[in-house]
């Protein structure tokens, strides 16, 4: 079943506003972690942050932001004051658990939204 | 350089033809995933080794195997090539709790068939 969901294929936003890039998840694991990764047209994939089921407060990596609500079960990624190097592939991810004795669990991914920043 | 080493990073190779992938974790992480990312595709979980052990499958297609070895490096076989098998794949490594440090990406091996 899928887990994660991005709504969005592609997004056109003009350089230097705001985007937001939505995703919604399901889970009934009560620890659960969630990931935002950029991928740019070289293919590697960027870590660009974490936000804890737990966590009291929403993440916050430089310009990047989670918008978390927990009981929406959505956790959007807002880029501020975007610039052309932003245009990538954005990848929403899930880890549910935190880890056992086996190691920690999987990622789920979703399918992306590519965004293009416009000059 | 992301601590996840994966050779070759280029593969062109014929249908029905075996090739094998090869992942080195961060060092320090026993945990070792590979995923597929077929052409404009999010990326599918294939499977997961922790410490030389299986320890969780996807969709891993029957001509796909893969083994983590003592030394934690990982290798992916994919054997009669087809040519929906064209992807990119990639291997990420994770400690234990995989919490804000996450999961380490490799740049990924792009394999082509034709």
């Known amino acids: 079943a899928q887990k994660i969901t991005q709504t969005q294929p592609g997004m056109f936003v003009q350089e230097k506003e705001a985007v937001t890039l939505d995703c919604t998840y399901d889970t009934s694991d009560p620890s659960y972690g969630l990931f935002w990764y950029k991928q740019p047209s070289s293919g590697e994939m960027i870590f660009l942050i974490y936000q804890g089921s737990y966590d009291q407060q929403n993440a916050t990596e430089g310009r990047y932001s989670l918008n978390f609500q927990k009981a929406r079960k959505s956790a959007n990624l807002v880029i501020s004051a975007s610039q052309l190097g932003d245009s990538a592939m954005y990848f929403c991810?899930?880890?549910?658990?935190?880890?056992?004795?086996?190691?920690?669990?999987?990622?789920?991914f979703g399918q992306g939204t590519r965004l293009t920043i416009n000059p | 350089d992301s601590g996840v080493t994966q050779t070759p990073k280029h593969l062109i190779t014929a249908t029905g033809q075996r090739v094998t992938l090869r992942c080195s974790p961060r060092?320090?992480?026993?945990?070792v995933y590979w995923y597929q990312q077929s052409l404009d595709q999010g990326l599918q979980f294939l499977i997961q080794y922790y410490n030389g052990e299986e320890r969780a499958k996807g969709n891993i297609l029957e001509r796909f195997s893969a083994q983590q070895f003592p030394d934690l490096h990982s290798e992916l076989n994919l054997s009669s090539l087809e040519l929906g098998d064209s992807a990119l794949y990639f291997c990420?490594?994770?400690?234990?709790?995989?919490?804000?440090?996450?999961?380490?990406f490799g740049s990924g091996t792009r394999l082509t068939v034709v």
């Open positions: 060092s320090g992480d026993l945990s």
């Open positions: 990420a490594s994770s400690a234990l709790w995989a919490g804000r440090q996450g999961y380490t």
């Open positions: 991810a899930m880890r549910e658990g935190r880890g056992s004795i086996q190691g920690a669990q999987k990622l789920v």
